[in-house]
């Protein structure tokens, strides 16, 4: 197999070099539809509604929204504006404020003139760096992967389960915790992976499945209280999940429910890895625990789900009427429920330790 279809880009530059190009993600699995973003609200749109999500697309699209705020108005105060817009749009995908944070600074500094030229630039360079990062990140879960296939004689497919989504269509292309099923399968290691749906938006029953389908790895959807059972009877191997912050502590804050199967992997002595680009690495907080900011989504969410109808149609049906809903969109794993952060330098102990001995880089700076 080819192995450079997963360098799939999510996010792209038209051919007018102004118009940043998305797929939109809310019309997955029933319909594959792009979207032309050519404001800084289109873009605020795109990440607060999820017409783009995972941490790293994140933090790219906030990076092509502020050339594109710029692209309108240079200034000052558009500096300061784009960037608190598009900050609020989505609080706990740290990625996103890293993005921010080194556009402003680079094109602060500079010519108003100059500005939206050097936040394209600085975007595609971005987007670029991600999928570089990716493909190290897969490199090296490719290896736990195949350590995994030597361990179990080469007898059967290496079972994996996943939450969420965190394939290509949570970056700019490859994907964190899927770059490294990619890789197996590509190269001949059987594999096959248990996906979660993901409640309550599915974005593993929509978007995972809908990658496994199309890069042709077998997998099934299960119901997300389905895994403990799965490892209790000895049907999973190993459990690989992407992340939106992870804590200076390795504190680990994903998609809610993935607290949920990091104790139930804990309790049957299955490995449970978190797969990262440095980006997603929050230096400043030092308990995850305690001090990542939990999203709270509209509980819309939970009371509503989108399906195919009988007739071929899409429609939003509501599942929940007269009871309140609650609908935290993150938990945060505490780090000694981690077997390892797979990175794009190696894999380490989830620990302030096991971080700066891959970031030695931040222990000097401190």
Not at 34 to 56: C, F, K, N, Q, Y
Not at 125 to 135: G, K, W, Y
Not at 282 to 299: H, K, L, Y
Not at 317 to 336: L, M, Q, Y
């Amino acid at each position: 197999m080819d192995e450079s279809r997963f360098t799939r880009r999510t996010v792209w530059l038209e051919a007018d070099g102004r118009t940043v190009g998305i797929l939109d993600q809310t019309r997955l699995p029933f319909e594959t539809v792009d979207v032309r973003l050519t404001s800084l609200s289109d873009a605020e749109t795109a990440i607060r509604d999820m017409l783009v999500r995972g941490a790293p697309l994140i933090g790219a699209v906030g990076a092509y929204g502020m050339a594109l705020a710029l692209a309108e108005d240079p200034s000052d105060a558009m500096i300061a504006t784009a960037y608190d817009r598009l900050f609020a749009t989505r609080p706990t995908a740290i990625n996103l404020r890293w993005a921010l944070d080194d556009l402003r600074e680079r094109v602060a500094p500079l010519p108003e003139a100059a500005r939206a030229d050097a936040a394209y630039a600085r975007a595609r360079e971005i987007s670029d760096e991600d999928v570089a990062i990716n493909r190290a990140i897969g490199e090296n879960a490719f290896r736990l992967i195949e350590a995994r296939y030597e361990a179990i004689g080469r007898s059967r497919p290496v079972e994996i389960l996943t939450h969420c989504n965190a394939g290509f269509l949570a970056t700019v292309g490859w994907g964190t915790a899927l770059a490294g099923i990619f890789l197996a399968h590509a190269r001949g290691i059987p594999v096959h992976v248990w996906v979660d749906e993901t409640r309550p938006r599915s974005q593993g029953a929509y978007l995972t499945a809908w990658e496994m389908r199309w890069a042709g790895v077998p997998h099934t959807v299960i119901a997300d209280n389905a895994g403990g059972h799965l490892m209790q009877h000895g049907r999973v191997d190993m459990c690989i999940v992407g992340t939106d912050r992870v804590a200076a502590n390795g504190d680990v804050c994903n998609k809610i429910g993935t607290y949920l199967k990091a104790l139930a992997a804990h309790d049957n002595g299955v490995p449970f890895y978190v797969a990262l680009p440095y980006p997603t690495i929050d230096w400043r907080i030092a308990d995850g625990v305690r001090d990542i900011p939990i999203e709270e989504r509209s509980a819309t969410e939970v009371t509503v789900v989108r399906g195919r109808l009988p007739d071929g149609g899409i429609a939003d049906v509501t599942v929940i009427e007269d009871s309140p809903a609650a609908n935290p969109a993150f938990d945060v794993t505490p780090g000694r429920l981690v077997t390892g952060l797979i990175t794009e330098r190696g894999v380490c102990a989830a620990s302030a330790e096991g971080l700066r001995g891959l970031y030695p880089e931040r222990a000097a700076a401190e």
